[in-house]
Structures are given as structure tokens and as C-alpha cells.
């Protein structure tokens, strides 16, 4: 199956400060892209869908000043957490869509793990 | 959304078939069943999919009712490496095509 991969697979920040986390498609290009984020013992939520060179489309309550998505190449797309605060400590996870073969299917990479002190 | 709704926990004995059940019944025509689990700290990881018949594959097999307002995965023998969360989600027009999750069904093995 497709391979996505996501990086760092853990990372830790201070307070007010910003990270990238970046995520990559291995095998298959990937016209969209998801991020998604998940609380411990919760769900995923998304958070926002991606396409290759235009903006992301983010979901109802997620601020986009706050989460920068760059979805610049057909393999890659970044999710800047800007100014993060402890709040902002989860695990992300992303996800690229295959558009081949009609049923659009979904491939997730392993996940982030954010921790703000 | 389209909303699924699953038990939130199930048990099974290790090498014993489990069923697991999925309720749809806001499900529309266009809108494919998709089964993912995802294991602690990780990915959700593909099981399985399907629009009306049932399917199976190397992993599990997908029931799917005839009104398609419900579904059952089927895992024919659990394994401890089975434990995980598993999440039934439609993904259609109705969902814009994007993978809306629900709360899953956390599964426990019992050697």
C-alpha cells in the first residue's frame, strides 16, 4: 500500500514559539492532503484539507492563522503550529488522498506528537 | 456529516472470530463504507471498504445489511496484535469526500 510518512515523529517546543511538522507522500503523489489532530483518548478531528498549489480548507473552529498549511508539491505538505501554546499539545496526524482509481482512497502517516511546555 | 455510531468497547478471546457492528442509517447512495484501526500512538491503518456487497479480504471481512444502514466487521481470528481502536466512517458526497471520524470501538484481546 501507499506510504506517507510524517516529520519529526515527536517533538517538544516551548511556549510562543513556532513548529513545522512536515508530511510526505513516498510512493504516489497525493493531489490532497489532511491534518488531523487527536487529543489524548479522543478521536481524530479534522482539521483541515489541502490541495497542491491552492489554499487549505479549513474545518469550522480551527483558526488558519494559527495552523499554516503549505501544500507546495504533489509529496509534501507542512502544518506550521505558530505561537504554540501548551493548549496546542496533541498528536497530528496527516493523510494523502489517492485519486487513481476513483474511490479516492486514504493513506495516514504515523503521527506527530506536539508538546508545548 | 453522515454519523456512524459503534459501541464504545469489545472483548474477545484471542483466536476467536469478533464482529464488530457499525449503525448508518443516515447513509446515503454514493456514500462508501470505510473501516480503519489504529493502534496506540500510531496512524489509523486501512482494514477494509465497500458500497453494498459484502467483501473480505486478507485482514477481515466487511457485511454489509441490506438497507446499508448498518455493518459488521469481521475479524476471523483475533490476534493480541487485533487490539486497537476501530472506526467505521462513510466517506461520499455527503462527507465531501473527506473522512469524518467517529468515536470507534476500542477492542481488547484476552489471551
Known amino acids: 500500500g501507499a506510504v506517507v510518512s510524517q516529520h519529526p515523529s515527536r517533538v517538544i517546543c516551548k511556549s510562543g514559539t513556532s513548529v513545522k511538522i512536515e508530511c510526505r507522500s513516498l510512493d504516489f503523489q497525493a493531489t490532497t492532503m489532511f491534518w488531523y489532530r487527536q487529543f489524548p483518548k479522543k478521536s481524530l478531528m479534522l482539521m483541515a484539507t489541502?490541495?497542491?498549489?491552492?489554499?487549505?480548507?479549513?474545518e469550522q473552529g480551527v483558526e488558519k492563522d494559527k495552523f499554516l498549511i503549505n501544500h507546495a508539491s504533489l509529496t509534501l505538505s507542512t502544518l506550521t503550529v505558530t505561537s504554540a501554546h501548551p493548549e496546542d499539545s496533541s498528536f497530528y496526524i496527516c493523510s494523502a488522498r489517492v485519486n487513481g482509481d476513483g474511490t479516492y482512497e486514504q493513506y495516514f502517516g504515523p503521527g506527530t506528537r506536539l508538546t508545548v511546555t | 456529516d453522515a454519523k456512524t455510531t459503534q459501541p464504545n468497547s469489545m472483548e474477545s478471546n484471542e483466536e476467536e472470530p469478533v464482529h464488530l457492528p457499525c449503525n448508518h442509517s443516515?447513509?446515503?447512495?454514493?456514500?462508501?463504507i470505510h473501516w480503519y484501526r489504529q493502534l496506540p500512538s500510531q496512524g489509523p491503518e486501512y482494514v477494509i471498504h465497500?458500497?453494498?456487497s459484502n467483501v473480505n479480504n486478507r485482514m477481515a471481512s466487511l457485511a454489509i445489511a441490506e438497507d446499508r444502514k448498518s455493518s459488521t466487521l469481521i475479524l476471523h481470528r483475533a490476534t493480541l496484535r487485533d487490539a486497537a481502536v476501530y472506526y467505521c466512517?462513510?466517506?461520499?458526497?455527503?462527507?465531501?469526500?473527506?473522512?469524518?471520524f467517529g468515536t470507534g470501538t476500542s477492542l481488547t484481546v484476552i489471551p
Open positions: 466512517i462513510l466517506k461520499g458526497a455527503n462527507t465531501g469526500n473527506q473522512f469524518y
Open positions: 465497500g458500497l453494498t
Open positions: 443516515t447513509i446515503s447512495g454514493t456514500d462508501y
Open positions: 489541502s490541495n497542491e498549489g491552492s489554499k487549505a480548507t479549513y
